[in-house]
């Protein structure tokens, strides 16, 4: 089974229609990232979590929800339904454990975060959207206990790097 993990922490960023269309198909749980702020009512379940941590988008939907996958997104991220069909077919016609749209990646320059092109520096993967299987989750879960401790984004790039099916654009589309 399929679940939808919207991460939010604004409210003026949740596509209430968006959010809609996608608890037609499929449950969702919002992981409320704003600790001031009460859950907005959108419909869907709502995990409020005590602190905004990157770590919230990957833990509380396998606490949450029993899937095999699971479409982790952040609050501001609109696709369609050929976006999923197509990291769904990725993700199926593959061993991989994760597909994601990776459009470019970011890379810190001077304390910021900076869009590059330029494929021969290390990055630092930020996904908006993931298609993930319940184990890579779990394989998260496990890693930032052990070795990474709570620098949760290493961590998951640690998870990314073992099991990304990185879907590159066409260099036309660049």
């Given at each position: ?61 396998l ?20 976006t ?30 900076q ?6 520096e ?12 319940r ?30 099916l ?9």
């Amino acid at each position: 089974m399929l679940c939808a993990s919207i991460s939010g922490f604004d409210p003026t960023r949740l596509n209430r229609q968006f959010i809609a269309s996608l608890l037609a198909k499929m449950p969702v749980l919002l992981v409320w990232n704003n600790p001031s702020l009460p859950c907005p009512d959108i419909g869907a379940k709502c995990l409020r979590m005590p602190q905004d941590l990157l770590d919230n988008k990957y833990v509380a939907p396998l606490s949450e929800a029993e899937c095999s996958e699971y479409l982790l997104m952040d609050d501001d991220v609109v696709f369609s339904h050929y976006t999923l069909e197509c990291l769904s077919l990725a993700l199926h016609n593959t061993s991989a454990l994760v597909s994601a749209p990776l459009r470019s990646m970011r890379t810190v320059r001077g304390g910021k975060l900076q869009q590059t092109s330029n494929r021969s520096e290390f990055h630092a993967a930020v996904p908006q959207l993931l298609l993930v299987r319940r184990e890579a989750l779990l394989m998260y879960a496990r890693d930032r206990q052990s070795d990474v401790g709570r620098c949760d984004d290493f961590a998951f790039a640690k998870v990314l790097y073992a099991c990304l099916l990185y879907t590159s654009p066409s260099p036309r589309d660049s």
